[in-house]
Protein backbone atom coordinates (compact mmCIF):
# COMPACT_ATOMS: atom_id res chain seq x y z
CA UNK A 1 0.00 0.00 0.00
CA UNK A 2 2.54 2.70 1.12
CA UNK A 3 4.51 1.77 -2.34
CA UNK A 4 1.66 2.22 -4.08
CA UNK A 5 1.30 5.58 -2.77
CA UNK A 6 5.10 6.27 -3.32
CA UNK A 7 4.60 5.37 -6.86
CA UNK A 8 1.14 7.62 -6.89
CA UNK A 9 3.41 10.47 -5.93
CA UNK A 10 6.21 10.41 -7.85
CA UNK A 11 4.42 9.58 -10.90
CA UNK A 12 2.66 12.47 -10.07
CA UNK A 13 5.59 14.96 -9.16
CA UNK A 14 7.00 13.22 -12.67
CA UNK A 15 4.00 14.80 -14.24
CA UNK A 16 4.02 17.95 -13.07
CA UNK A 17 7.24 18.59 -13.76
CA UNK A 18 6.95 17.49 -17.44
CA UNK A 19 4.45 20.32 -17.74
CA UNK A 20 7.02 23.05 -16.19
CA UNK A 21 9.55 21.71 -18.25
CA UNK A 22 7.83 21.48 -21.61
CA UNK A 23 8.02 25.44 -22.53
CA UNK A 24 12.35 24.87 -21.96
CA UNK A 25 11.90 21.83 -24.10
CA UNK A 26 10.14 23.49 -26.77
CA UNK A 27 12.71 26.05 -26.83
CA UNK A 28 15.55 24.09 -26.81
CA UNK A 29 13.14 22.00 -30.00
CA UNK A 30 12.76 24.94 -31.67
CA UNK A 31 16.86 25.97 -31.54
CA UNK A 32 17.78 22.92 -32.84
CA UNK A 33 15.65 22.70 -35.86
CA UNK A 34 14.25 25.44 -37.96
CA UNK A 35 10.58 24.69 -37.36
CA UNK A 36 8.19 27.18 -37.52
CA UNK A 37 6.46 27.23 -33.50
CA UNK A 38 3.51 28.20 -34.45
CA UNK A 39 3.25 24.99 -37.13
CA UNK A 40 0.09 23.13 -36.79
CA UNK A 41 -0.26 20.01 -35.43
CA UNK A 42 2.55 20.73 -33.18
CA UNK A 43 5.64 18.10 -33.28
CA UNK A 44 6.86 16.79 -30.11
CA UNK A 45 10.20 15.10 -31.69
CA UNK A 46 12.28 17.62 -33.59
CA UNK A 47 12.39 17.10 -37.33
CA UNK A 48 16.72 16.46 -39.00
CA UNK A 49 17.85 18.56 -35.51
CA UNK A 50 21.44 20.29 -36.16
CA UNK A 51 23.51 22.61 -34.02
CA UNK A 52 23.90 25.12 -37.04
CA UNK A 53 22.06 27.55 -34.98
CA UNK A 54 24.31 28.31 -32.41
CA UNK A 55 26.80 29.18 -34.74
CA UNK A 56 24.90 31.65 -36.59
CA UNK A 57 24.21 33.37 -33.09
CA UNK A 58 27.68 33.12 -32.88
CA UNK A 59 28.76 34.71 -35.90
CA UNK A 60 25.89 37.27 -37.00
CA UNK A 61 26.43 39.38 -34.19
CA UNK A 62 29.70 39.75 -31.66
CA UNK A 63 28.80 37.60 -29.66
CA UNK A 64 31.93 36.65 -27.48
CA UNK A 65 31.82 40.09 -26.76
CA UNK A 66 28.46 40.74 -25.55
CA UNK A 67 29.34 37.35 -23.43
CA UNK A 68 32.32 38.74 -22.12
CA UNK A 69 30.58 42.20 -20.99
CA UNK A 70 27.68 40.08 -19.51
CA UNK A 71 30.36 37.84 -17.54
CA UNK A 72 32.71 40.74 -16.19
CA UNK A 73 29.63 42.77 -14.58
CA UNK A 74 27.97 39.78 -13.62
CA UNK A 75 31.41 38.64 -11.49
CA UNK A 76 31.30 42.59 -10.07
CA UNK A 77 27.76 42.20 -9.19
CA UNK A 78 28.16 38.32 -7.30
CA UNK A 79 31.74 39.66 -5.81
CA UNK A 80 30.40 43.13 -4.55
CA UNK A 81 27.05 40.99 -2.69
CA UNK A 82 28.86 38.74 -1.00
CA UNK A 83 31.34 41.30 0.18
CA UNK A 84 28.79 44.24 1.18
CA UNK A 85 26.00 41.71 2.39
CA UNK A 86 27.93 40.06 4.50
CA UNK A 87 28.81 43.15 6.39
CA UNK A 88 25.35 44.87 6.12
CA UNK A 89 24.12 41.11 6.90
CA UNK A 90 26.63 41.24 10.20
CA UNK A 91 25.99 44.72 11.14
CA UNK A 92 21.86 44.03 11.00
CA UNK A 93 22.62 41.42 13.29
CA UNK A 94 23.83 43.86 16.46
CA UNK A 95 22.01 45.82 18.65
CA UNK A 96 22.64 49.29 17.62
CA UNK A 97 19.89 52.68 17.95
CA UNK A 98 17.77 53.15 15.03
CA UNK A 99 18.12 49.07 13.78
CA UNK A 100 13.90 48.80 14.00
CA UNK A 101 14.60 51.96 11.56
CA UNK A 102 16.84 50.80 8.83
CA UNK A 103 15.43 47.74 8.84
CA UNK A 104 11.75 49.43 7.97
CA UNK A 105 13.41 51.76 5.29
CA UNK A 106 15.14 48.18 3.76
CA UNK A 107 11.47 46.29 3.76
CA UNK A 108 9.85 49.43 2.65
CA UNK A 109 12.31 49.62 0.25
CA UNK A 110 12.24 46.73 -1.44
CA UNK A 111 7.93 48.03 -2.18
CA UNK A 112 9.43 50.27 -4.72
CA UNK A 113 10.13 48.81 -7.89
CA UNK A 114 13.40 49.68 -9.87
CA UNK A 115 11.84 51.04 -12.49
CA UNK A 116 10.23 53.85 -9.97
CA UNK A 117 13.84 54.60 -9.36
CA UNK A 118 15.83 54.50 -12.78
CA UNK A 119 16.19 57.97 -13.12
CA UNK A 120 17.71 59.29 -10.07
CA UNK A 121 19.86 56.02 -10.41
CA UNK A 122 20.52 57.29 -14.15
CA UNK A 123 21.65 60.73 -12.72
CA UNK A 124 23.79 59.32 -9.94
CA UNK A 125 25.49 56.80 -12.39
CA UNK A 126 25.93 60.00 -14.66
CA UNK A 127 27.53 62.27 -11.99
CA UNK A 128 29.46 59.56 -10.36
CA UNK A 129 31.01 59.33 -14.34
CA UNK A 130 29.89 55.32 -14.59
CA UNK A 131 27.83 55.40 -17.63
CA UNK A 132 28.87 53.16 -20.69
CA UNK A 133 31.32 51.72 -18.05
CA UNK A 134 31.17 48.07 -16.38
CA UNK A 135 30.88 49.14 -13.09
CA UNK A 136 27.90 51.77 -13.99
CA UNK A 137 26.58 48.30 -15.50
CA UNK A 138 26.76 46.83 -12.10
CA UNK A 139 26.10 49.51 -10.06
CA UNK A 140 21.97 49.26 -9.12
CA UNK A 141 23.01 45.50 -8.14
CA UNK A 142 26.25 45.81 -5.92
CA UNK A 143 24.06 45.41 -3.07
CA UNK A 144 20.88 44.03 -2.71
CA UNK A 145 18.48 43.93 -0.08
CA UNK A 146 16.81 40.47 -0.17
CA UNK A 147 20.36 38.96 0.08
CA UNK A 148 21.30 41.22 2.72
CA UNK A 149 18.70 39.31 4.81
CA UNK A 150 19.64 35.89 3.46
CA UNK A 151 23.25 36.54 5.52
CA UNK A 152 21.62 38.47 8.25
CA UNK A 153 19.23 34.84 8.82
CA UNK A 154 22.90 33.13 8.43
CA UNK A 155 24.85 34.72 10.45
CA UNK A 156 22.04 34.83 13.22
CA UNK A 157 22.21 31.09 13.10
CA UNK A 158 25.69 30.50 14.09
CA UNK A 159 25.67 30.41 17.98
CA UNK A 160 26.70 33.45 19.64
CA UNK A 161 29.04 31.20 22.00
CA UNK A 162 31.28 30.62 18.90
CA UNK A 163 31.60 34.76 18.04
CA UNK A 164 32.12 35.23 21.71
CA UNK A 165 34.99 32.36 21.86
CA UNK A 166 36.78 33.98 18.66
CA UNK A 167 36.74 37.45 20.16
CA UNK A 168 38.43 35.79 23.12
CA UNK A 169 41.11 34.39 20.99
CA UNK A 170 41.60 38.24 20.08
CA UNK A 171 39.81 37.89 16.48
CA UNK A 172 38.87 41.29 15.01
CA UNK A 173 35.30 42.07 13.87
CA UNK A 174 36.40 41.45 10.43
CA UNK A 175 37.92 38.41 11.26
CA UNK A 176 34.90 37.30 13.02
CA UNK A 177 33.16 37.81 10.04
CA UNK A 178 35.77 35.94 7.59
CA UNK A 179 37.15 33.18 9.43
CA UNK A 180 33.80 32.75 11.71
CA UNK A 181 30.86 33.41 9.67
CA UNK A 182 31.47 32.99 6.48
CA UNK A 183 32.95 29.77 6.23
CA UNK A 184 28.97 28.54 8.42
CA UNK A 185 27.57 30.58 5.71
CA UNK A 186 28.00 28.86 2.92
CA UNK A 187 24.21 28.27 2.07
CA UNK A 188 23.57 32.28 1.83
CA UNK A 189 26.84 32.61 0.18
CA UNK A 190 25.79 30.75 -2.42
CA UNK A 191 22.37 31.73 -2.28
CA UNK A 192 23.77 35.14 -2.85
CA UNK A 193 26.03 34.24 -5.67
CA UNK A 194 22.83 32.20 -7.79
CA UNK A 195 20.37 35.37 -6.78
CA UNK A 196 23.21 37.95 -7.91
CA UNK A 197 24.18 36.12 -10.87
CA UNK A 198 20.59 35.68 -12.61
CA UNK A 199 19.42 39.48 -11.83
CA UNK A 200 22.61 40.80 -13.33
CA UNK A 201 23.08 37.98 -16.24
CA UNK A 202 19.02 39.11 -16.87
CA UNK A 203 19.05 42.70 -16.35
CA UNK A 204 17.30 44.47 -19.17
CA UNK A 205 16.68 47.70 -18.84
CA UNK A 206 19.31 49.28 -17.11
CA UNK A 207 21.88 48.39 -19.60
CA UNK A 208 19.65 49.36 -22.47
CA UNK A 209 19.78 53.23 -20.42
CA UNK A 210 23.35 53.51 -19.50
CA UNK A 211 25.39 51.74 -22.53
CA UNK A 212 26.22 54.34 -25.20
CA UNK A 213 28.41 51.96 -27.40
CA UNK A 214 27.16 48.47 -28.70
CA UNK A 215 31.31 46.93 -27.60
CA UNK A 216 29.50 47.68 -24.05
CA UNK A 217 26.45 45.66 -24.40
CA UNK A 218 25.37 42.55 -22.32
CA UNK A 219 23.77 39.65 -23.90
CA UNK A 220 20.09 40.63 -23.07
CA UNK A 221 20.95 43.57 -25.08
CA UNK A 222 22.17 41.66 -27.84
CA UNK A 223 19.20 38.89 -28.10
CA UNK A 224 16.95 42.76 -28.18
CA UNK A 225 19.68 43.45 -31.56
CA UNK A 226 19.31 39.99 -32.76
CA UNK A 227 15.77 40.02 -32.79
CA UNK A 228 15.55 43.15 -34.72
CA UNK A 229 17.96 41.50 -37.55
CA UNK A 230 16.80 37.87 -37.83
CA UNK A 231 13.75 38.23 -37.17
CA UNK A 232 12.38 35.57 -39.59
CA UNK A 233 14.71 33.11 -38.11
CA UNK A 234 13.06 31.49 -35.67
CA UNK A 235 15.42 28.68 -34.91
CA UNK A 236 18.78 31.23 -34.31
CA UNK A 237 16.67 33.20 -32.04
CA UNK A 238 15.73 30.46 -29.56
CA UNK A 239 19.45 29.09 -30.12
CA UNK A 240 20.13 32.77 -28.61
CA UNK A 241 17.96 32.42 -25.71
CA UNK A 242 19.40 29.15 -24.96
CA UNK A 243 23.19 30.36 -25.24
CA UNK A 244 21.71 33.58 -22.96
CA UNK A 245 20.28 31.05 -20.25
CA UNK A 246 22.60 28.57 -19.63
CA UNK A 247 25.28 30.13 -17.77
CA UNK A 248 22.44 30.82 -15.25
CA UNK A 249 21.26 27.41 -15.42
CA UNK A 250 24.60 26.04 -14.92
CA UNK A 251 25.39 28.42 -11.96
CA UNK A 252 21.80 27.19 -10.32
CA UNK A 253 22.44 23.82 -10.89
CA UNK A 254 25.70 23.84 -9.58
CA UNK A 255 24.55 25.57 -6.58
CA UNK A 256 21.27 24.68 -5.85
CA UNK A 257 21.91 21.78 -2.73
CA UNK A 258 23.22 25.73 -1.00
CA UNK A 259 20.54 27.53 -2.32
CA UNK A 260 17.31 26.05 -1.48
CA UNK A 261 19.33 25.59 1.90
CA UNK A 262 20.26 29.26 2.14
CA UNK A 263 16.16 30.46 1.28
CA UNK A 264 14.74 28.03 3.79
CA UNK A 265 17.45 28.39 6.52
CA UNK A 266 15.54 31.58 7.81
CA UNK A 267 12.01 30.41 7.27
CA UNK A 268 12.36 27.61 10.79
CA UNK A 269 13.46 28.18 14.21
CA UNK A 270 15.18 25.62 16.18
CA UNK B 1 44.79 15.08 -2.99
CA UNK B 2 43.78 18.57 -1.63
CA UNK B 3 39.67 19.14 -0.46
CA UNK B 4 39.35 21.76 -2.54
CA UNK B 5 40.32 19.82 -5.79
CA UNK B 6 37.56 17.66 -5.98
CA UNK B 7 35.01 20.61 -5.41
CA UNK B 8 32.95 20.82 -8.68
CA UNK B 9 33.07 24.19 -7.94
CA UNK B 10 36.92 23.52 -9.51
CA UNK B 11 35.74 20.63 -11.45
CA UNK B 12 33.23 21.81 -13.63
CA UNK B 13 34.93 25.21 -14.82
CA UNK B 14 37.98 23.10 -14.79
CA UNK B 15 36.43 20.88 -17.37
CA UNK B 16 34.67 23.61 -19.34
CA UNK B 17 37.90 25.49 -19.75
CA UNK B 18 39.94 22.28 -20.75
CA UNK B 19 36.62 21.05 -23.41
CA UNK B 20 37.38 25.62 -24.91
CA UNK B 21 40.95 25.25 -25.06
CA UNK B 22 40.77 22.07 -27.21
CA UNK B 23 37.71 23.27 -29.22
CA UNK B 24 39.68 26.13 -30.19
CA UNK B 25 43.41 23.96 -30.92
CA UNK B 26 41.15 22.37 -33.31
CA UNK B 27 39.80 25.43 -35.02
CA UNK B 28 43.24 26.49 -35.22
CA UNK B 29 44.47 23.59 -37.02
CA UNK B 30 41.08 23.44 -39.62
CA UNK B 31 40.38 26.91 -40.44
CA UNK B 32 42.58 27.23 -43.46
CA UNK B 33 39.37 28.49 -45.40
CA UNK B 34 39.41 26.09 -48.38
CA UNK B 35 36.58 25.03 -49.98
CA UNK B 36 37.06 21.60 -52.04
CA UNK B 37 34.60 19.64 -54.53
CA UNK B 38 34.05 18.33 -57.76
CA UNK B 39 31.48 18.75 -60.48
CA UNK B 40 29.93 16.10 -62.60
CA UNK B 41 26.99 15.36 -64.95
CA UNK B 42 23.91 14.02 -64.90
CA UNK B 43 25.83 10.61 -65.40
CA UNK B 44 28.55 11.39 -62.86
CA UNK B 45 31.31 12.13 -65.13
CA UNK B 46 33.37 14.79 -64.14
CA UNK B 47 32.57 17.85 -65.78
CA UNK B 48 36.49 20.42 -66.53
CA UNK B 49 36.28 24.11 -67.51
CA UNK B 50 32.98 24.48 -65.24
CA UNK B 51 32.21 27.54 -63.64
CA UNK B 52 31.52 27.13 -60.28
CA UNK B 53 30.27 30.10 -57.45
CA UNK B 54 30.83 30.39 -54.06
CA UNK B 55 28.07 32.82 -52.04
CA UNK B 56 28.28 33.76 -48.58
CA UNK B 57 25.57 34.20 -46.12
CA UNK B 58 25.54 37.68 -44.74
CA UNK B 59 21.94 37.59 -42.08
CA UNK B 60 19.16 36.79 -44.40
CA UNK B 61 21.18 37.12 -47.74
CA UNK B 62 23.63 35.18 -49.82
CA UNK B 63 26.24 37.18 -51.78
CA UNK B 64 28.54 36.29 -54.32
CA UNK B 65 32.02 36.25 -53.19
CA UNK B 66 34.42 33.61 -55.19
CA UNK B 67 34.29 32.33 -58.61
CA UNK B 68 36.54 29.73 -60.54
CA UNK B 69 36.65 26.78 -62.53
CA UNK B 70 36.89 22.96 -62.59
CA UNK B 71 40.11 21.30 -63.66
CA UNK B 72 40.22 18.65 -65.84
CA UNK B 73 39.05 15.82 -63.10
CA UNK B 74 36.30 18.36 -62.60
CA UNK B 75 37.45 19.09 -59.50
CA UNK B 76 37.57 23.13 -57.85
CA UNK B 77 39.43 24.70 -55.18
CA UNK B 78 38.27 28.04 -53.27
CA UNK B 79 40.43 29.82 -51.09
CA UNK B 80 40.86 32.49 -47.87
CA UNK B 81 36.94 31.36 -47.16
CA UNK B 82 36.26 32.88 -44.02
CA UNK B 83 32.25 32.66 -43.30
CA UNK B 84 30.90 29.60 -41.74
CA UNK B 85 27.75 29.34 -44.09
CA UNK B 86 27.91 29.10 -47.80
CA UNK B 87 26.50 28.14 -50.93
CA UNK B 88 27.68 26.48 -54.04
CA UNK B 89 26.32 26.83 -57.38
CA UNK B 90 27.77 25.28 -60.50
CA UNK B 91 27.20 25.53 -63.97
CA UNK B 92 28.58 24.71 -67.85
CA UNK B 93 27.57 25.45 -70.96
CA UNK B 94 25.29 23.20 -72.62
CA UNK B 95 24.89 21.30 -69.19
CA UNK B 96 22.91 23.61 -67.26
CA UNK B 97 22.98 24.88 -63.65
CA UNK B 98 23.26 23.18 -60.48
CA UNK B 99 21.13 23.52 -57.55
CA UNK B 100 22.57 25.64 -54.70
CA UNK B 101 24.10 23.55 -52.24
CA UNK B 102 24.10 24.86 -48.62
CA UNK B 103 27.25 24.27 -46.42
CA UNK B 104 26.88 24.85 -43.44
CA UNK B 105 30.38 25.05 -41.48
CA UNK B 106 31.31 24.70 -37.69
CA UNK B 107 33.71 27.43 -37.17
CA UNK B 108 34.82 30.28 -39.47
CA UNK B 109 37.03 29.65 -42.43
CA UNK B 110 36.76 25.83 -41.72
CA UNK B 111 38.51 23.68 -44.41
CA UNK B 112 35.63 21.52 -46.17
CA UNK B 113 35.58 19.02 -48.81
CA UNK B 114 31.97 18.45 -50.22
CA UNK B 115 31.41 14.81 -49.90
CA UNK B 116 29.00 14.54 -52.66
CA UNK B 117 29.81 16.69 -55.93
CA UNK B 118 27.84 19.07 -57.47
CA UNK B 119 25.63 17.40 -60.06
CA UNK B 120 24.80 19.10 -62.89
CA UNK B 121 21.60 18.35 -64.94
CA UNK B 122 22.68 18.22 -68.79
CA UNK B 123 24.69 15.30 -69.86
CA UNK B 124 28.97 15.47 -71.46
CA UNK B 125 28.70 14.22 -74.85
Redesign the interface.
Known amino acids: MRQRGTFLRHATLVGVSAIMLLPFYWVLKTAVTNENIYAYPPRLLPESPHLFNFVDVWYFIPFPRYLLNSLIVSALVVASNIVFNAMAGYALTKSFAGKRAILLLFLSCMLIPFQATIIPAYLITSKLGLLNSYLGLAFPLLSTIVCIFVFKAAFEAVPQSLVDAARIDGLSEWRVILRVLMPLSKAAIATNVVLAFIWSWNAFLWPLIITREPTMQTLPLGLARFLSYMEDTTGALYAFAVMVLAPSIFVFLMAQKEFIRGLTSGATKG | MPHWATS ?2 VI ?1 PLAIAGLVLAWNGYVALNDGGLVEGQVVDASGRPVPNANVILLERH ?2 MHNERQRTRTDRAGRFRFAGNDN ?2 LQLEAEAAGLGRTERRVV ?5 AQNVRLAEPLQLAGKLP
Open positions: RWAFVHSRLWFR
